[in-house]
């Protein structure tokens, strides 16, 4: 149960930045220069917050709030997808390293657990 609680979380993180990389890059081409996929989430926390204070300022936080969030999101996604998916092959390549490593430490972990319960 405690992994499907995991995954959950973690999935939701997943969806949650991918939307956030939509937002920011609905606006960042308006930016003379080059941009990268952090700017890119980051602009889109910054444009999520301000809309959502701005949106509580005239009217309630409703199930149509998030729906013009992911309607933002989709649009930024759509039309700047090959870009993005550009940013993300060139980013897996440069940490591919580090994304082993991080396998082989959470596996090293699982069998670390199974070595204190035999304790």
């Known amino acids: 149960m405690l992994i499907v609680a995991t995954l959950s979380v973690f999935g939701l993180?997943?969806?949650?930045?991918?939307?956030?990389?939509?937002?920011g890059s609905t606006i960042h081409p308006l930016f003379p220069t080059s941009y990268s996929l952090g700017d890119t989430f980051w602009l889109g926390l910054g444009i999520c917050i301000a809309l959502l204070e701005i949106w509580s300022?005239?009217?309630?936080?409703?199930?149509?709030?998030t729906l013009?969030?992911?309607?933002?999101?989709?649009?930024?996604?759509?039309?700047?997808g090959s870009i993005l998916s550009n940013?993300?092959?060139?980013?897996?390549?440069?940490?591919?390293r580090w994304i082993v490593l991080l396998r082989i430490r959470v596996q090293s972990l699982g069998s670390l657990r199974v070595f204190l319960r035999t304790i």
């Open 68 to 80: 013009c969030l992911c309607g933002i999101a989709a649009l930024g996604l759509l039309f700047n």
């Open 13 to 23: 993180w997943i969806v949650m930045a991918i939307a956030l990389i939509g937002i």
């Open 87 to 96: 940013q993300v092959r060139s980013e897996w390549q440069a940490n591919r």
């Open 57 to 65: 300022l005239v009217g309630r936080l409703s199930f149509a709030t």
